[in-house]
């Protein structure tokens, strides 16, 4: 883990479960979308809202994902800038064991949706090399031609707990 990221497993309440932080750190890496959760203003009343959405790392201590320039998730996010973010790694149903094994981190953090042009650029470049890395020039032409259509928001993450369960069929 970086410097300002810590990674914290002291709330999990599965101590024999946890997963460490080299196996956290890969699976913030290589997976492939996760859950951003956030809190939902709707009216006066307040809910939660998670949604799928695929995201890149920085490598250090930021998430980027990108989305419309308008909508209800940014909505939520003005709102309040508190989020969580699951990132699910392999899953396997182990059926006459009644249970499933499964790796998952969460990231706790707030987000920034106010991004100088060349940072959103930065990450929609992360975004190109993890999802589109043999199509990289072709999508830089892409996003270069999408960019006022497109937004990118920046989780700067503060805290990282990991669960893991692995058992043989």
Known sequence: MTNK????????RRQDRLLDSVDAVELLRTGEYGILSMVEFVEKETGGYGIPINYAWDGENAIYFHCAPEGHKLDCLKANSKVSFCVIGHTNVISNKFTTAYESIIVRGNVSIELTNEERMKAL?????????DDKEVGIKYAEKSFHRTNVIRLDITDVSGKTKWIKP
Request: charged residues 25%; glycine residues 0%.
């Open 5 to 12: 990221m810590k990674f914290n497993n002291d709330s999990v």
């Open 125 to 133: 470049i992360l975004i190109l090399d993890k999802y589109s890395p």
